[in-house]
């Protein structure tokens, strides 16, 4: 059983990554640690100190069905802001 452990994780990890970025935003809450924020999100694109506070920047590619002469897939850009506490404070689009 302990052998299965670490790839049970990876699966539940891979199924979770697999959802549509606006599914996992919708789960995004006030109130959630830095690591729950992290295993939803992923890593941010950059992470800003000011002061007290901590931003995460997040840069998302949106799937969409597939567009004739299309140069860049549109993306989705959101910013999460964490108190020394660790916890999310607040959050929204760029």
């Known amino acids: ?16 990554s697999a959802r549509p970025i ?6 995004l809450h006030v109130g959630m640690t830095q690591q729950e924020l992290t295993n939803l999100l992923g890593k941010p694109r950059t992470i800003s100190n000011m002061g007290a506070l901590l931003i995460y920047d997040y ?27 660790g916890r999310v404070r607040s959050y929204g689009p760029n």
């Open 59 to 85: 840069v998302f590619t949106q799937e969409q069905p597939a567009v004739l002469h299309q140069s860049e897939p549109p993306t989705l850009s959101y910013y999460v802001i964490l108190g020394r506490d």
């Open 22 to 27: 606006q599914h996992r935003i919708a789960e």
């Open 1 to 16: 059983m302990h052998r299965l452990a670490p790839l049970l994780a990876l699966l539940l990890f891979a199924c979770a």
